[in-house]
């Protein structure tokens, strides 16, 4: 909203039945100022990349299964894979764990909050995507996700073909 207050969703509602009086208002030490519902316990994670990136004004943490599946193998994202994650995406890294819900927590990101990267895989846990808007923060969620899905089917293919230093370069 500014540089005091953010809205959050709620802990422990559906995201798909949730209404608009369930959305949280929080200051950016994470106190919740408004809302019927109580704020995610994830609040902080997301205040740590707006006060590291100012140009972010939306951030999307979640779970999605294949991204979380290279999270929980603690497997680092390749690149020079696909040319529209090249593109879209940059380099996504891989945060240490920390047990969800605090300071520490939010902390493994920090590191990582280079205008380089949008999206970080969090150990054990799921990924955390930020962008200029909502829709942009969930779009890099969603190609994440997608991504991580079709490396581990080429993988039950037997392989993963990367593309040569040149064919990277080219399409940067």
């Known amino acids: 909203l500014n540089d005091k207050e953010i809205l959050c969703t709620p802990t422990l509602v559906s995201k798909g039945f949730m209404k ?3 959305i949280c208002k929080v200051d950016y030490e994470g106190k919740q100022i408004a809302g019927t519902k109580k704020r995610t316990s994830e ?26 599946a290279f999270a929980v ?32 927590f939010a902390e493994t990101v920090t590191p ?8 970080i895989i969090l150990s054990n846990h799921g990924t955390v995507s930020f962008g200029p808007d909502l829709e942009t923060a969930y779009w890099k969620t969603e190609i994440i996700d997608a991504y991580c899905r079709i490396l581990l089917l080429a993988k039950q293919l037997g392989r993963v073909t990367y593309l040569t230093e040149q064919q990277s370069a080219e399409l940067l």
């Open 20 to 22: 608009p009086e369930d």
């Open 112 to 119: 990582f909050l280079g205008h380089g990267t949008n999206t």
């Open 73 to 104: 193998a603690g497997e680092p994202i390749p690149k020079c894979v696909l040319p529209e994650v090249e593109v879209f995406m940059g380099e996504v890294p891989l945060a240490p764990y920390e047990t969800p819900g605090g300071n520490k």
């Open 43 to 68: 609040v902080l994670l997301h205040l740590v990349v707006y006060k590291n990136r100012p140009d972010v004004q939306a951030v999307v943490h979640c779970h999605p299964p294949h991204a979380t």
